[in-house]
């Protein structure tokens, strides 16, 4: 969509801001001819390098594939502009430029690498794009209430409470696991194999089957101290006491993941129901698309600015509607453009009126 008049476009500038991530800017010289204007206009098209710093690299005009860092001279980039070239049968010159973390060199006599922190970055020819997308660490910020609302992430009650519900069922089933582990491994422990003929008696002194009674038991002063030896439930209370009492919590636990998990299932189909509304799908991917635009600090605390929220939410609603499209998560990048975009054609109608 370009809200642009046809005579106003004289640059296109495409940025590579990610591996497989292009956009094409459309704007007029004077918008663009000094560096800090140059990568406001990139930041206001692009919201994932709002909270970046960023550096940039620029293809050569003279010879394509040679990309060089863009100092922050505004006489450079005076200089890039004015040796673009126009692509063939078009009335605008393309600009073509690779975003990395970092900072640009101030001039180009500055050192490049130390300017990106050792990342292996050279200029000229030869450069492998790739590793330009990695993370660069670029310092401490001076901008506390930035790193509050970059911290911030704006989650609705009812989210909350489904994640509430959803780590509730996570460590009941863990619990119930565990009590099973335990009922499991006494089981075993006090079900010995043994190894005995079952149509012989059972002697009620050392409980083997070795077809003798407790009268000519040969272990008489020595009878038999536990399950774990013989494996017969009947002569051993205590120890079978022990099991049921940990088969019974298995139950107990198996009975409240249950009661957990219908919990879980219930609310989700509340937020389900309750979240039909455009503005419930999309309100939280658009806070936490641009949370410097969406959030204002107040005595070190975060809030959600709701007017700004909701103004912007119509504008979607308007975009997305007519095409019965739901935004996904991934589109989120795109609300600052469509909104942008919105608001110029709007300002174009004022000035009409
Ligand atoms: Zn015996
Ligand atoms: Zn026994």
Same mark, same amino acid.
């Given at each position: 969509?370009?809200?642009?008049?046809?005579?106003?476009?004289?640059?296109?500038?495409?940025?590579?801001?990610?591996?497989?991530?292009?956009?094409?800017?459309? !704007?007029?010289?004077? *918008?663009?001819?000094? $560096?800090?204007?140059? =990568? /406001?206009?990139?930041? +206001?098209?692009?919201?994932? @390098?709002?909270?970046?710093?960023?550096?940039?690299?620029?293809?050569?005009?003279?010879?394509?594939?040679?990309?060089?860092?863009?100092?922050?001279?505004?006489?450079?980039?005076?200089?890039?502009?004015?040796?673009?070239?126009?692509?063939?049968?078009?009335?605008?010159?393309?600009?073509?430029?690779?975003?990395?973390?970092?900072?640009?060199?101030?001039?180009?006599?500055?050192?490049?690498?130390?300017?990106?922190?050792?990342?292996?970055?050279?200029?000229?020819?030869?450069?492998?794009?790739?590793?330009?997308?990695?993370?660069?660490?670029?310092?401490?910020?001076?901008?506390?209430?930035?790193?509050?609302?970059?911290?911030?992430?704006?989650?609705?009650?009812?989210?909350?409470?489904?994640?509430?519900?959803?780590? !509730?069922?996570?460590? *009941?089933?863990?619990? $119930?696991?565990?009590? =099973? /582990?335990?009922?499991? +491994?006494?089981?075993?422990? @006090?079900?010995?194999?043994?190894?005995?003929?079952?149509?012989?008696?059972?002697?009620?002194?050392?409980?083997?089957?070795?077809?003798?009674?407790?009268?000519?038991?040969?272990?008489?002063?020595?009878?038999?101290?536990?399950?774990?030896?013989?494996?017969?439930?009947?002569?051993?209370?205590?120890?079978?006491?022990?099991?049921?009492?940990?088969?019974?919590?298995?139950?107990?636990?198996?009975?409240?993941?249950?009661?957990?998990?219908?919990?879980?299932?219930?609310?989700?189909?509340?937020?389900?129901?309750?979240?039909?509304?455009?503005?419930?799908?999309?309100?939280?991917?658009?806070?936490?698309?641009?949370?410097?635009?969406?959030?204002?600090?107040?005595?070190?605390?975060?809030?959600?600015?709701?007017?700004?929220?909701?103004?912007?939410?119509?504008?979607?609603?308007?975009?997305?509607?007519?095409?019965?499209?739901?935004?996904?998560?991934?589109?989120?990048?795109?609300?600052?453009?469509?909104?942008?975009?919105?608001?110029?054609?709007?300002?174009?109608?004022?000035?009409?009126?």
């Amino acid at each position: 969509m370009i809200m642009m008049e046809r005579q106003d476009i004289e640059v296109v500038i495409q940025v590579e801001y990610g591996p497989g991530k292009t956009r094409r800017l459309y !704007e007029n010289r004077s *918008a663009i001819c000094q $560096y800090n204007k140059l =990568v /406001a206009a990139i930041r +206001s098209k692009i919201p994932s @390098l709002t909270f970046v710093d960023i550096g940039l690299l620029y293809e050569n005009p003279d010879k394509p594939d040679h990309w060089v860092v863009l100092s922050q001279d505004d006489r450079e980039v005076e200089d890039i502009i004015h040796r673009a070239k126009q692509p063939e049968g078009t009335e605008y010159k393309l600009l073509c430029f690779k975003t990395f973390e970092g900072k640009s060199p101030a001039t180009h006599n500055q050192n490049v690498i130390s300017a990106c922190k050792g990342k292996a970055l050279e200029r000229g020819p030869g450069m492998e794009p790739r590793q330009l997308f990695g993370t660069i660490d670029v310092g401490e910020r001076n901008d506390p209430d930035g790193d509050l609302q970059e911290n911030f992430v704006y989650s609705s009650p009812l989210d909350t409470e489904v994640k509430t519900h959803e780590e !509730e069922v996570q460590k *009941a089933e863990e619990d $119930y696991l565990i009590s =099973v /582990a335990e009922y499991n +491994s006494l089981y075993d422990v @006090l079900h010995p194999e043994v190894d005995e003929d079952p149509s012989l008696a059972v002697c009620s002194n050392c409980h083997t089957r070795a077809g003798h009674h407790k009268g000519q038991c040969p272990s008489k002063g020595d009878p038999c101290p536990s399950m774990k030896i013989c494996g017969k439930d009947k002569f051993h209370n205590d120890e079978l006491k022990e099991l049921n009492k940990l088969k019974d919590q298995k139950g107990k636990k198996d009975q409240y993941l249950k009661r957990r998990r219908q919990m879980l299932k219930t609310t989700m189909e509340r937020v389900e129901s309750l979240q039909n509304t455009f503005k419930q799908k999309v309100q939280g991917l658009l806070i936490n698309s641009n949370k410097k635009k969406y959030t204002k600090v107040i005595h070190d605390k975060v809030f959600v600015s709701w007017p700004a929220v909701n103004m912007d939410l119509a504008i979607l609603e308007g975009h997305y509607k007519p095409q019965k499209r739901t935004p996904q998560e991934h589109e989120a990048a795109d609300f600052d453009y469509i909104i942008s975009e919105a608001e110029k054609l709007k300002d174009k109608c004022k000035r009409k009126d």
